[in-house]
Structures are given as structure tokens and as C-alpha cells.
């Protein structure tokens, strides 16, 4: 079955790019029908969608992160990436990777990376 | 963006009791509504999707409802594994959108 790993840095300066990679293992991400999602959580508080790429390419953002986010998909290294740019203290939270899977009886998250805790700091 | 809310934010309840979370949507959502339980340190997982299907291997104890603005989610008996924080999510638009949660602590 599909498991997820996020990698990065733990700690980005402000102003700087923050950049993760999820690795995707037990299955192929170019095998369709599933979106390659990020989704955060500020510390101690909810759940943040950040944004998600079809294997095809395709990218749907959230609108309040949308200038600075970029998703993008290597099939051959069957990895996702995220990188967030012009970071400031408000950017630090756990960031996790997530399938979406949609589907006509209906759509759903899972599974999900463990997710990795970022810190913006000087 | 679609707002959720979730009521109460936070909730005591004891071991087999009988626990209600409720998700208001700004707008009319269909039943494109999901739930999920989060403990703590770990990502949250998916109980409920399509508002009121369980997804596979989620006890039967758990179980949604609602359409339109508003949707609950029951735990007809609660468990010791049970005491985590839930989140409902709208997938109807986009940008995806989750409720700020309901913690539900042992009483």
C-alpha cells in the first residue's frame, strides 16, 4: 500500500524558500487517479490546505498561499515537492503530504505522510 | 472560502458515552464532507467521507450524517482510543477548507 515520507530542512530563514519533498512508496505516482496533496497545522492549532498536483501536471493552490506556493511532481524519482517562498514566523507549522483520492462515491485524504515540523527563524 | 464550524470546540466525555460533533458549512456543500481524528503527534486519519461513509477499517461506533450546511459526527460508544481531536473538511470547492476542530478529552 501507498506510503508517504516528507524531507527537508527543519529550519528556514525568513524571507527565505522553504522547499519539501515527499516521497511516495507502494505505488507509482504517475499511475493516475489520486492528487499529491500539502496540507499544514500551525502549532497547537487546525488544519491548513495548502495545495495539490495531478502526476499530469496539473495544480490547484490555495488561493492565500497561491503567490508563493509551488507544487511540482518528479514521476521519475516518484517524489512531490513543495516549495514556499518569502517564509516569515507565520509559515512555521508541521507540513504533511497527502494523497487525495476523488472518486464518484466520494473523495477523501489518505494516507498521509508522519509530517516534518518547519521552523522560520533567524 | 467556505467556512466550517465545528461546536462544541471541546468536549469532556467518559468511556462508553454517547458523543455528538456537529459541522456547520457557510454555504451549501452537498455531502462532499469528510471527517477526521488526529492524536496527538501523529497526522489525522479519515473516518467519514461523502458525509456519511465509512471508510474501510473505521469501527462501526463512528458514523456521519447531514447534507447541505450541516453534518455530525457520532461516537455511539466512546472508546479509550477514541480521546483525539476531530476535524471536518469540505471537498465541494476549492480552496479545500477544514473546521478548527473538536478535542475531545476524558472526563
Known amino acids: 500500500q501507498v506510503q508517504l515520507q516528507e524531507s527537508g530542512p527543519g529550519l528556514v530563514k525568513p524571507s527565505q524558500t522553504l522547499s519539501l519533498t515527499c516521497t511516495v512508496s507502494?505505488?507509482?505516482?504517475?499511475?493516475?487517479?489520486?492528487?499529491w496533496s500539502w496540507i499544514r497545522q500551525h502549532p497547537g492549532k487546525g488544519l491548513e490546505w495548502i495545495g495539490y498536483?495531478?502526476?499530469?501536471?496539473?495544480?490547484y493552490y490555495n488561493p492565500s498561499l497561491q503567490s508563493r506556493v509551488t507544487i511540482s511532481v518528479d514521476t521519475s524519482k516518484n517524489q512531490f515537492s513543495l516549495k514556499l517562498s518569502s517564509v516569515t514566523a507565520a509559515d512555521t507549522a508541521v507540513y504533511y503530504c497527502?494523497?487525495?483520492?476523488?472518486?464518484?462515491?466520494?473523495?477523501?485524504?489518505?494516507?498521509w505522510g508522519q509530517g516534518t515540523l518547519v521552523t522560520v527563524s533567524s | 472560502a467556505i467556512q466550517m464550524t465545528q461546536s462544541p470546540s471541546s468536549l469532556s466525555a467518559s468511556v462508553g458515552d454517547r458523543v455528538t460533533i456537529t459541522c456547520r458549512a457557510s454555504?451549501?456543500?452537498?455531502?462532499?464532507l469528510g471527517w477526521y481524528q488526529q492524536k496527538p503527534g501523529k497526522a489525522p486519519k479519515v473516518l467519514i467521507y461523502a458525509a456519511s461513509s465509512l471508510q474501510s477499517g473505521v469501527p462501526s461506533r463512528f458514523s456521519g450524517s447531514g447534507s447541505g450546511t450541516d453534518f455530525t459526527l457520532t461516537i455511539s460508544s466512546l472508546q479509550p482510543e477514541d480521546f483525539a481531536t476531530y476535524y471536518c473538511l469540505q471537498d465541494y470547492k476549492y480552496p479545500r477548507t477544514f473546521g478548527q476542530g473538536t478535542k475531545v478529552e476524558i472526563q
Open positions: 498536483i495531478y502526476y499530469s501536471g496539473s495544480t
Open positions: 454555504q451549501d456543500i452537498r455531502s462532499d
Open positions: 507502494g505505488g507509482s505516482i504517475s499511475s493516475g487517479g489520486y492528487y
Open positions: 497527502a494523497t487525495y483520492k476523488p472518486g464518484d462515491l466520494g473523495n477523501w485524504f489518505d494516507p
